[in-house]
């Protein structure tokens, strides 16, 4: 007898149109039931494009009853009306960023994770293993990532009034701390932060990418809610660290993307232990916390970063350990972990 997930799993191969994702990871699946040899699926749009509906109210059909006890399946496809659609921004008004396969958002509940060391290192390591890749830095307040890539001149402009990133140990990079001078702060409100993320998004030179990552600030604000509206996700990478405190925030982290339909690629637990000099391991966080809250949330586990000086002093010469010793435990474990996300997307 088929399963619930047996359904879904079959509807993974319908797309949405015009996008790369499918029904399932959008969230639209919403109602499954099987009774006296029929399959009925019901199917919530936020979009009230007909076309939309009628494509795929009969691929959906078409694949069910391919299935064992399919000959009678019946989908519903649920809509809003016109005037419920514009009242949020759904994903139906997305705008895929020109040359761009994936886009990864880099996020965590809270600050002082290593987010963005992760970030640096996950765009290197992805670089590393033949991927071309740009790197987004949304955190608009306190932007690292020019310090940690070593990158300092500003972005050009293109014959097309296109701001063209800088390159930075083969991955493309953009930040607004390529704009500002030194130490000026940035003192905006959230429309500023908005319009400035879909600037960085649609308004950049980004080129053919494989991979476009994004480092996000800590929290679920404006910078999140305006990357979710302005263009579709792939997935979404949740770092953390091992103690309750850090996994309770990671909690909140996953809700948000849950809510915007953005399918969760993992979690990677940062600073997981620390090896002493003689070789002991020392779990200064506490350990395996990262791992069973993925078990708890059922998501996958992408793997765990050991604490090492030489990742800090990566960071602060521009030089992320991926690039400077790809060969170390550390830029190993980067690399593992880019290699998984590489392949899950494929």
């Not at 088929?2 to 797309?15: F, G, H």
């Not at 029904?23 to 919530?44: H, R």
């Not at 007909?50 to 019946?74: M, T, V, W």
């Not at 800088?166 to 001078?181: D, E, R, T, Y």
Request: with cysteine.
């Amino acid at each position: 007898m088929l399963s619930q997930d047996d359904i879904k799993r079959a509807l993974t191969a319908v797309k949405y149109p015009g996008f790369s994702r499918d029904i399932v990871s959008f969230g639209l699946i919403k109602d499954i039931s099987t009774a006296n040899g029929a399959i009925s699926v019901a199917i919530q749009l936020t979009s009230p494009n007909p076309d939309a509906a009628g494509q795929i109210k009969a691929e959906a059909e078409q694949i069910l009853k391919r299935l064992p006890g399919g000959s009678h399946a019946i989908v519903e496809i649920r809509q809003p009306t016109t005037g419920q659609a514009e009242t949020g921004k759904s994903f139906a008004n997305q705008t895929k960023v020109p040359g761009v396969k994936r886009v990864i958002a880099i996020a965590s509940g809270k600050g002082g994770v290593g987010k963005s060391t992760c970030s640096v290192n996950l765009a290197c390591a992805l670089n590393h293993l033949g991927a071309k890749v740009g790197l987004l830095d949304c955190d608009i307040y306190g932007p690292s990532i020019p310090l940690m890539m070593g990158v300092y001149e500003r972005p050009t402009v293109s014959n097309d009034e296109r701001l063209v990133p800088p390159i930075a140990h083969g991955v493309k990079v953009m930040s607004i701390g390529l704009l500002l001078n030194d130490d000026q702060p940035v003192i905006w409100r959230g429309p500023m932060v908005t319009k400035t993320i879909q600037q960085f998004l649609l308004a950049v030179e980004w080129g053919d990418l494989d991979f476009l990552l994004v480092d996000l600030p800590p929290g679920t604000g404006d910078a999140q809610l305006s990357l979710c509206q302005t263009v579709p996700l792939d997935g979404g990478v949740i770092i953390s660290t091992p103690q309750e405190a850090s996994l309770g925030v990671v909690r909140k982290g996953i809700s948000m993307f849950n809510k915007v339909n953005v399918p969760i690629l993992g979690i990677v637990e940062n600073m997981s232990y620390f090896t002493a000099p003689n070789g002991d391991r020392v779990e200064i966080f506490g350990h395996g916390g990262g791992k069973e809250e993925s078990a708890r949330q059922n998501v996958p586990f992408l793997g765990e970063i050991p604490i090492f000086t030489e990742i800090r002093e990566g960071g602060d010469r521009g030089m992320p350990i991926v690039v400077s010793t790809p060969n170390h435990a550390a830029g190993k474990a980067f690399i593992q972990i880019a290699d998984g996300l590489r392949k899950k997307l494929k």
